[in-house]
T-cell receptor
């Protein structure tokens, strides 16, 4: 079946540190891939997405590249800020018009000043 | 434009009580979803509605019922609440087949004693 595996958290960084959150997936065909972010006390917001192999999604300094050969979609940011503290979810939507998203378990990031 | 709204924000129930969680969207989206979020489990799909008048089971439908009242509203009902249903519930909506993004509401925190 379809699944998403994210690195276990929590992750704690100092401000301006480099961030990587690993995400790998299992799916048939060519899924669309997403990163969602959940700030404390709020719902999820789409952070970035990629719909085909080698696409790079980017937003707010975050980037992720759809790697078909390694079935990965790792999230990176060169210099994190305190305001980036949140829970990050990797997700996939399978090809063929499926209505459903499959989420990873989430990775909590805390950035200290 | 309020996006996706959910009521109530918080609720405490006793085992065996019933309640309905309300969700509404004002973005003219076709598809709507109910998820539950539990620590270490990510988001799991309970039910979804691809269009007005249709509903389908997700990953964890047992103990829940849904109603797609009209295009705007999608309610989730717990007929006889159990402590295992203590969770944070999120409603989401999506335009349809051309766009992949789901927009999430702020969530309802439910505790069943």
């Amino acid at each position: 079946g379809n699944s998403v595996t994210q690195m276990e958290g929590p992750v704690t960084l100092s401000e301006e540190a480099f961030l990587t959150i690993n995400c790998t997936y299992t799916a048939t065909g060519y899924p669309s891939l997403f990163w969602y972010v959940q700030y404390p006390g709020e719902g999820l917001q789409l952070l970035l997405k990629a719909t085909k192999a080698d696409d790079k999604g980017s937003n707010k300094g975050f980037e992720a590249t759809y790697r078909k050969e390694t079935t990965s979609f790792h999230l990176e940011k060169g210099s994190v800020q305190v305001s980036d503290s949140a829970v990050y979810f990797c997700a996939l939507r399978t090809q063929g018009g499926s209505e459903k998203l499959v989420f990873g378990k989430g990775t909590k990031l805390t950035v200290n000043p | 434009n309020a996006g996706v709204t959910q009521t109530p924000k918080f609720q405490v129930l006793k085992t065996g009580q019933s309640m309905t969680l309300q969700c509404a969207q004002d973005m003219n989206h076709n598809s709507m979803y109910w998820y539950r979020q539990d620590p270490g489990m990510g988001l799991r799909l309970i039910y979804y509605s691809a269009s007005e008048g249709t509903t389908d089971k997700g990953e964890v439908p047992n103990g829940y019922n849904v109603s797609r009242l009209n295009k705007r509203e999608f309610s989730l009902r717990l007929e006889s609440a159990a402590p295992s249903q203590t969770s944070v519930y999120f409603c989401a909506s999506r335009v349809g087949s051309s766009y992949n993004e789901q927009f999430f509401g702020p969530g309802t925190r439910l505790t069943v004693l």
